[in-house]
């Protein structure tokens, strides 16, 4: 089986035809992970750097670190984003993290692509690598409670979403605390914070 190639060329055109919400989810996203003006940023599949650069221009302070596994997206990634203030690594979310500590960390609809116990990995390196009030801000499809909410294509082979509410559950077994800030049909954007000790 040939594993999908992400093109950076074609891919805002992609993003309209099978997410039609997907200028919303990046507006919400940037919302939440603006709240309280995180300067150290770590991006999970940043990609070509479309939400990123969204991020970076409400908070003109802040440094971003993105890693992604496609060295295309990467490369227009690099184009997009102020080199100063950004760093870039070729990874998976299946390595180890960049170790931080970061204030914020952010992901835009790539953790779908892990399975359920790849999401659950995931999110305990996250909390790890989150200074103490720090958040975690995760925008992704969903598995929608009713069926009939499902909009985005999914081939259950690369896109891989979980539910809400076991998302919840394998963050909060972390020790962040979780919410939802916006769902829509099968989108959605939770915000969890790990705590200070005192
Ligand atoms: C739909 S794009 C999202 C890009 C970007 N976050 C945005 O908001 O436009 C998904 C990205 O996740 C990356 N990706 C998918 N699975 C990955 C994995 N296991 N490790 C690292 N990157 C991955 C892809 O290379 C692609 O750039």
Do not use: N
């Amino acid at each position: 089986m040939t594993e999908f190639a992400w093109d950076p060329e074609s891919y805002r055109a992609l993003m309209a035809e099978e997410i039609p919400d997907y200028p919303r989810l990046q507006a919400e996203l940037s919302a939440a992970v603006a709240a309280d003006a995180p300067r150290t940023i770590l991006d999970l599949g940043i990609g070509s750097g479309l939400t990123a650069a969204e991020v970076a221009r409400a908070l003109p302070e802040a440094h971003l670190f993105g890693i992604d596994d496609s060295a295309e997206m990467l490369a227009a990634a690099e184009e997009a984003l102020d080199p100063t203030r950004t760093a870039l690594q070729q990874s998976r979310l299946e390595d180890p993290l960049p170790s931080g500590p970061f204030d914020l960390v952010m992901s835009t609809l790539a953790v779908h692509h892990l399975d359920g116990s790849g999401k659950a990995d995931l999110f305990a390196r996250v909390a790890a690598v989150l200074d103490e009030g720090g958040r975690f801000v995760l925008a992704d499809l969903v598995v929608p409670v009713d069926p009939a909410d499902v909009i985005t294509p999914i081939d259950g082979i690369e896109d891989t979403p979980s539910s809400l509410k076991d998302q919840l559950a394998w963050l909060e077994a972390t020790g962040l605390h979780p919410r939802v800030h916006w769902q829509h049909r099968d989108l959605a954007v939770i915000v969890a914070q790990k705590v200070h000790l005192g």
